[in-house]
């Protein structure tokens, strides 16, 4: 899963425009400019009052979206995957637009498909990161597997109880 | 052929609404602009039951409100 480390990002939209580009026909930043339609981007950058944070698709276990789908448009593979559009069977009815609690699903009016983050999962099965990971320049974004991403967070509240138990001394 | 049609007029035939017909909408709770139907949000919170006030929020709105929950938490732990 797409890690976010919100102390590092400077909303730089780095993130947006690597997703557009991967996203798009060319996969080529010189061409995809010309490209029509425009190639969309899957994470949007969300600036708040102290901090800013790219917001792309949660990957929900009980996905809502996937719910309420009247095509089956959107799937996972299997498991663990990403959830996955299946652009051919969108027929951009807007119900996971509306059925998703984060409103990270878009409809993009010109095509009638829905636009959503899916993990970039080609490149990931080419053993290659995302393109918003890959593309961040301060190592705010991060594609992790979410077991070592608790187990990390275990271990560093052990060491912080280890510290408070021996007055700072660790 | 004929019988067979005349034994169910219905088998085959769709209801196509006026494209002029207008249904009831529902503003978003926050920004107060329509943004469904009132059955598609009655869908929506009777399949995921979501709370009334998820369910008559946009989605733009949504995404906002999130990274407002984000904030609120962060700013209570330092």
């Not at chain 1, 974004?141 to 275990?154: G, I, N, T, W």
Request: hydrophobic share 35%; glycine share 4%; aromatic share 4%.
């Amino acid at each position: 899963m797409i890690i976010v480390n919100i102390d590092k990002c400077n909303a730089c939209k780095s993130c947006e425009l690597a997703c557009a580009v991967e996203h798009s026909v060319s996969k080529d930043l010189y061409q995809a400019i010309h490209e029509n339609p425009a190639p969309q981007a899957r994470v949007s950058v969300q600036k708040g009052i102290s901090f800013s944070v790219p917001l792309q698709c949660r990957q929900c276990a009980n996905a809502p979206c996937i719910a309420l789908c009247p095509t089956d448009a959107l799937y996972r593979a299997d498991k663990d995957s990403p959830i996955i559009l299946d652009e051919e069977k969108c027929i951009g009815c807007n119900w996971c637009v509306l059925a998703c609690p984060f409103g990270v699903i878009r409809l993009d009016e010109e095509r009638r498909v829905i636009v959503k983050c899916d993990q970039c999962f080609e490149r990931v099965q080419r053993g290659e990161l995302p393109a918003c990971v890959a593309a961040c320049p301060t190592g705010a974004l991060a594609f992790r597997v979410l077991e070592d991403v608790s187990k990390e967070r275990r271990n560093a509240y052990l060491v912080e109880i280890a510290q408070c138990l021996s007055g700072g001394a660790v | 052929m004929t019988d067979v049609a005349n034994e169910n007029p219905q088998v085959g035939t769709i209801t196509i609404k006026k494209p002029s017909a207008r249904v009831p909408q529902v503003n978003c709770r926050v920004c107060g602009i329509p943004f469904a139907t009132e059955k598609q949000v009655r869908r929506v919170r009777e399949k995921l039951h979501f709370s009334d006030e998820m369910a008559s929020t946009c989605p733009r709105c949504r995404g906002v409100e999130f990274r407002g929950a984000m904030e609120k938490v962060l700013s209570s732990k330092e």
